[in-house]
């Protein structure tokens, strides 16, 4: 599911409001080991364009 979850992001990217849409989709569709390496990709992938909406949805690790 976590390949699926990265594959629709990357198609919706386009819209930040898709994006935010699929993103909390994706992540009720996630088991809970597989959500700290999709954060980590979605940071890496789109932490430039939509920082404030993975802020918004992953707690920060300290």
Known sequence: ?????KTILQKV????Y???R???KGLRYL???EIEEFRDW???MFGRL???ILNR???PTY
Request: net charge negative.
């Open 1 to 5: 599911m976590l390949e699926y979850v």
């Open 13 to 16: 990217s386009f819209s930040r």
């Open 18 to 20: 898709l994006f935010e």
């Open 22 to 24: 699929e993103l909390r």
């Open 31 to 33: 088991m809970p080991g």
């Open 42 to 44: 979605c940071y890496e």
């Open 50 to 52: 939509y920082l404030p």
């Open 57 to 59: 949805h992953f707690r």
